[in-house]
T-cell receptor
Framework: KQEVTQIPAALSVPEGENLVLNCSFTDSAIYNLQWFRQDPGKGLTSLLLIQSSQREQTSGRLNASLDKSSGRSTLYIAASQPGDSATYLCAVMGYGGSQGNLIFGKGTKLSVKP | DTAVSQTPKYLVTQMGNDKSIKCEQNLGHDTMYWYKQDSKKFLKIMFSYNNKELIINETVPNRFSPKSPDKAHLNLHINSLELGDSAVYFC??????????????FGNGTRLTVT
């Protein structure tokens, strides 16, 4: 059974710092891995999607890496800003068809202090 | 324009009642989903549905039923509400199954409180 773990559960950093969020999963047979952002009272916003054949994806100040063999992914945020404060969720999609197979971690709550 | 919209945003009701949550997407997507986020913040799939197939997570009680009047809507009906149903329910959509490398689009959630 696939399990997704995110460490740390919460992180507080001063503005301008570079930071790394970690995600690990127990079953390496995944179709893709996705990072989402969740703001309070809002839904999830997709940030990056890494296909199983890829090792990383970049969007602006965000870079996500994937190491399937070790069951790990990292989300790197460069030059953090207060607007980056949110909960970041990692999810993996297993084989067998649909996005309904997304297994989520509990998230890392990030606070960026001005 | 809101891509995936849910109503109501908040729902407070008593045990035993029957309630519905509505979801609409204007993205032209073929597949819609309902997710539940419990008090421990875990997000879990409840249903996925397109015009061909309804896939139900086996852990979902049969008091929960999705209803789709058309491709753009997937409503969630809940009968005989229980205290443990209190959670945030998210609707989501994606393109036709088979394009699994397209990310999901989520609504803003409905916070259900059962008293």
């Amino acid at each position: 059974k696939q399990e997704v773990t995110q460490i740390p559960a919460a992180l507080s950093v001063p503005e301008g710092e570079n930071l790394v969020l970690n995600c690990s999963f127990t079953d390496s047979a995944i179709y893709n891995l996705q990072w989402f952002r969740q703001d309070p009272g809002k839904g999830l916003t997709s940030l990056l999607l890494i296909q199983s054949s890829q090792r990383e994806q970049t969007s602006g100040r965000l870079n996500a890496s994937l190491d399937k063999s070790s069951g790990r992914s990292t989300l790197y945020i460069a030059a953090s800003q207060p607007g980056d404060s949110a909960t970041y969720l990692c999810a993996v999609m297993g084989y067998g068809g649909s996005q309904g197979n997304l297994i989520f971690g509990k998230g890392t709550k990030l606070s960026v202090k001005p | 324009d809101t891509a995936v919209s849910q109503t109501p945003k908040y729902l407070v009701t008593q045990m035993g009642n029957d309630k519905s949550i509505k979801c609409e997407q204007n993205l032209g997507h073929d597949t819609m989903y309902w997710y539940k986020q419990d008090s421990k913040k875990f997000l879990k799939i409840m249903f996925s549905y397109n015009n061909k197939e309804l896939i139900i997570n086996e852990t979902v009680p049969n008091r929960f039923s999705p209803k789709s009047p058309d491709k753009a809507h997937l409503n969630l009906h809940i009968n005989s509400l229980e205290l443990g149903d209190s959670a945030v329910y998210f609707c989501a959509s994606s393109p036709l199954s088979g394009r699994e490398n397209s990310p999901l689009h989520f609504g803003n959630g409905t916070r259900l409180t059962v008293t």
